[in-house]
């Protein structure tokens, strides 16, 4: 490190005998000259006083030293780096000490040297007045590191022109080393070294003083202030209750900019130009300016890492004015970026120019070519990319725009939470299954998800998201759903760009390629869990805010997602459930239609079982009988056999081969019932296993707290007995919920198995405030079959009717039950949240579910289970609801199930 000398420096600050400046020169004679002219200097400035010893008051470093032509024999030394001190450092210190010490102090002298230490004291001592500075390297910071990637770069800049209000914005690529060389005469700009990145619009332009206070300040605020200002007028408008100042401001910001509020936000984008490439020139023209502005820019001057600190304003750039290079069109106004000699680390290819095509035609909103919201304002920037080495593999369209979507859903959020309107259309390409559209409104969205998310306070949250706008277009990825030719074509693109971008003002914030890879709606998560559920390799969406409402969702400095802040968390929380509430059931069940009506698939075991054995019965029959298989007159088998005697022996086949069949639907239907038996006892002992698992930390941490103490008292023992018995009796409670197969039936009464399921259930309904009854108990009838099965079919039930009360809201928490001896049914019904429109042709399927997290299993087993005892389970009519309970109702009918051995 180099050496520091460091000096006091005489300085009056009135009435000086000398040409001072303080801060910027210091004149003296030329018997300090040697003492100045060293390298590295520092000083602190001393002012004598007339009466007393003085005081030191300010820091500073020496640059160059130059003669004074007027006054022979003096010099002025330029000072760098000033900075005063907050409070004045007197001569003596506390205990009445000169400072400077030394045998070479003289107090007569106006230049005094110091060692390092004492400098460092005075200075803290003062309270030195420091600067923030910003080194040269920031520049590298800047652009490559905040700047996700070459293509985000390229989008910041665009984003730059629509800011501007451009009409058009082209962007043009050259020079790629890695393509193929073209004819020189289709360069544009051949001048320059390549890569050649030029983008070019028709909005505005820049003038001097934007240029030099907004362009060339990192950070600038001056977008900053508008939305700062908005911001506090939305928040003043809401507190007083009234918009309408708050609407004015909007529409008077709005005119001022093109019928939009600017994009940026950090100032930090046009930085972007920095690590496209290493050199950048910038032509700019303002309407009435008759030349154009030139900045040229090479960024490696800000590169160039030294041990030295370099500030950021002490590089300069070259800012002249030129005859307008181009047409500028009808505005007469415009800005042109010329970014090359490229960057170390990255090259472009065919592969990276046509994911930036892609994105190029993904920039404006899909609204602007929908009929179903309009778009306000004026008509969108048209941004175009041109290659001439990829000219004929740069599509103006993108696959999905060509291929008709199975299924369109558009859905309003409001600022509330709720769904204001919803519209789900389902089309096959080709008519095979019936079109098909639903609607609705007021869905509160927030009612699947843990409560506690939106709690605040004991009461319901607002989001903090605010209002928006969600379309998806949806595929099932197989040839016979999608009606272009090619349509690997829309697979392969859904692969890369499958998802949800976010739009802002009509203009790409996030898209679906960034969004699908941070999976920032948890959908392929879910995916992971549950095969069937929908991806973001299913469809193309988009979800539309507006920074007036949205003021809470920012993107993050790199450009390549959403800050993770509450509003961001409440937008994916909303999003995901309209997807998964009003989306998934019926992309699930189309899917399962058209497997039925076009492949007569038989998913259900006892069905196929029945079949194979009628198969089985109808080959035997054929061979005993005398139907002519010589002349095979039916033309059961001209397709299988051509010789007669090759018909007998292959009848033969296929009736065992449907007998080995009929064995193997036996095994499958084993297999299924050994599921359907493990998840109903996983689902069942849920709410037990939190019993247990509190009941064994107890206990743990009691041992442990008796181990190290060593105080075996008998109250600490005696509670310890306590805990060890709960957890036995929690044990031996789950014993009757695990259904066996080879369990033997047994006579049970119902309503002892309906409180015996109601206790494991009796402290979550207490902890939730749930009230449960049995409205006529007497009504008790008696059942012959498994217990353990119709036990789990309660459980079920309750579970049920536990987690739509949490989420209903409803101050009015009950669970009742009413028996019918005479026609054996129980309607189970509560106060929660009525069966929705959505899921009830699928109630009682696998996998179909509105809980969060899905299952789709707890219904579906409720079924398999009654069915095994001739039982039945469905929504109770309307005219056998209990008065007074709004939630869901379901019955479940006992009328044909045994109720003595001998009757199964």
């Known amino acids: 490190m180099n050496k520091r000398n460091c000096f006091v420096i005489l300085q009056n600050r009135e009435e000086s005998q000398y040409n001072d400046f303080i801060g910027k020169f210091y004149h003296f004679p030329k018997k300090y000259i040697k003492q100045l002219s060293q390298d590295n200097i520092e000083f602190v400035y001393y002012e004598p006083k007339k009466k007393g010893e003085g005081v030191y008051f300010g820091f500073g470093k020496i640059g160059k030293i130059f003669e004074d032509k007027k006054e022979p024999e003096h010099y002025f030394a330029e000072i760098v780096d000033y900075n005063s001190f907050s409070i004045e450092v007197p001569f003596l210190d506390g205990q009445g000490n000169r400072r400077e010490t030394g045998p070479g102090f003289n107090i007569q002298n106006s230049v005094r040297s110091i060692d390092s230490g004492l400098l460092d004291e005075l200075c803290l001592d003062g309270g030195i007045i420091l600067n923030i500075e910003s080194d040269a390297h920031l520049i590298k910071v800047l652009g490559e590191q905040l700047i996700g990637s070459e293509r985000v770069g390229i989008l910041e800049l665009v984003k730059n022109a629509i800011d501007a209000q451009a009409s ?9 080393n890695t393509l193929e ?54 928040a003043s408008a809401l507190e007083k209750g009234n ?91 415009g800005t042109r970026l010329i970014i090359y000699g490229g960057r170390e680390g990255f090259k472009w290819d065919a592969k990276e120019i046509q994911d930036l095509n892609k994105s190029i035609l993904n920039i404006n909103s899909p609204r602007y070519k929908s009929k179903i919201i309009p778009v306000e304002g004026n008509a969108p920037t048209l941004v175009t990319l041109e290659c001439p080495q990829l000219k004929s593999e740069l599509p103006n369209f993108l696959p999905y725009q060509e ?30 299954v019936p079109e098909d559209s639903w609607n ?65 003002d009509n203009v790409l914030m996030v898209d679906t390629k960034i969004g699908a890879e941070h999976d920032w709606l948890k959908l392929n998560e ?59 059931p019926r992309y699930m069940a189309k899917r399962d239609d058209f497997e039925k009506l076009t492949k007569g698939v038989i998913t259900d075991t006892s069905t196929l079982s029945k079949v194979a054995k009628t198969s089985a019965t109808f080959f035997d029959n054929v061979s005993k009988s005398k139907y002519a298989l010589d002349s095979d007159p039916y033309g059961f088998f001209s397709e299988l056999w051509q010789k007669t005697e090759d018909r007998r022996g292959g009848l033969v086949n296929l009736r065992d081969s449907m007998k080995e069949l009929q064995k193997s639907v036996k095994m499958i239907e084993d297999t299924q019932e050994l599921f359907v038996e493990q998840a109903g006892f996983g689902i069942a002992i849920a709410i037990s296993l939190h019993e247990i698992n509190k009941i064994t930390s107890n206990f743990y941490h009691g041992i442990a707290s008796l181990i190290k103490s060593g105080d075996f008292n008998k109250v600490k023992l005696e509670d310890l007995q306590e805990t060890s018995a709960s957890l036995r ?14 369990e033997d039936p047994t006579e049970f009464n119902i309503v002892k198995v309906i409180k015996y399921v109601s206790e494991i259930y009796k402290l979550k309904m207490k902890i939730d405030g749930i009230s449960f009854q049995i409205m006529n108990p007497d009504d008790d009838f008696v059942l012959f079959g498994q217990c353990s099965r119709i036990n789990q079919v309660f459980g079920n039930l309750f579970d049920n009717s536990i987690y739509w009360i949490d989420r209903s809201r409803n101050k ?36 179909y579910s509105l809980k969060t997290p899905p299952s789709g299993l707890g219904l579906y087993i409720c079924r398999t289970y009654l069915n095994s005892l001739k039982g039945r389970i469905y929504e109770t009519p309307s005219k056998d609801r209990i008065n007074g309970l709004v939630g869901a109702h379901f019955t479940v009918d006992f009328a044909k199930s045994p109720d003595k051995r001998g009757q199964l």
């Open 168 to 176: 058009y914005c082209r962007v043009r690529l050259e020079k790629i």
């Open 181 to 234: 060389d073209v004819d020189a005469d289709q360069y544009k700009f051949s001048g320059y070294d390549g890569p050649v990145i030029v983008i070019e619009d028709d909005g505005i332009g820049m003038t001097q003083e934007v240029i030099r206070n907004g362009w060339l300040r990192p950070a600038s605020p001056i977008k900053t202030r508008i939305k700062e200002r908005l911001r506090k007028e939305r």
């Open 243 to 333: 918009l309408g100042s708050y609407d004015a401001l909007l529409k008077q910001i709005k005119k001022e900019h093109g019928g939009r509020i600017p994009l940026g936000e950090k100032g930090v984008g046009r930085f972007a130009t920095h690590r496209l490439g290493r050199f950048l020139e910038l032509r700019t023209k303002a309407k009435d300016m008759p030349y154009e502005l030139v900045l040229k820019i090479d960024w490696d001057k800000f590169d160039n890492l030294t041990e030295q600190f370099v500030n950021l304003n002490s590089i300069g750039v070259s800012l002249c004015r030129e005859k307008p290079q181009r047409d500028y069109g009808k505005n007469q106004s």
């Open 403 to 432: 291929a008709t979507p199975n299924f369109t859903f558009d859905a309003l959020i409001s600022a509330n939470g709720t769904v204001d309107e919803y519209e789900l259309k389902f089309k096959h390409p080709e008519d095979k």
């Open 440 to 504: 609705g409104k007021n869905i509160d969205l927030r009612v699947h998800k843990d409560p506690k998310f939106w709690l605040e306070a004991g009461e319901i949250r607002k989001p903090t998201c605010g209002a928006f706008y969600i379309h998806l277009d949806v595929w099932y990825r197989k040839k016979e759903w999608i009606n272009i030719e090619n349509w690997k074509d829309l697979t392969d693109y859904l692969d890369d760009f499958g998802g949800v971008a976010v739009y802002r």
């Open 526 to 584: 879910e995916r992971i869990k549950q095969a069937f559920k929908i991806s973001y390799r299913d469809f193309i969406g988009s979800i539309e805010i507006e920074q007036s409402k949205n003021f809470e969702l920012i993107d993050k400095t790199n450009r390549e997602g959403l800050i993770e802040n509450q509003a961001f968390k409440d937008l994916s929380c909303l999003a995901k459930n309209a997807v998964n509430q009003l989306l998934l």
């Open 729 to 742: 009796t929690e044990l031996k409670r789950l014993g009757p919920l695990r259904a066996i197969r080879n």
């Open 812 to 847: 009015d928490k009950r669970i009742a039950v009413l028996l019918d001896k005479k026609h054996r049914t129980v309607v189970f019904s509560d106060s929660g949240t009525d069966v929705s429109e959505i899921i009830r042709p699928y109630l009682f399927q696998a996998s």
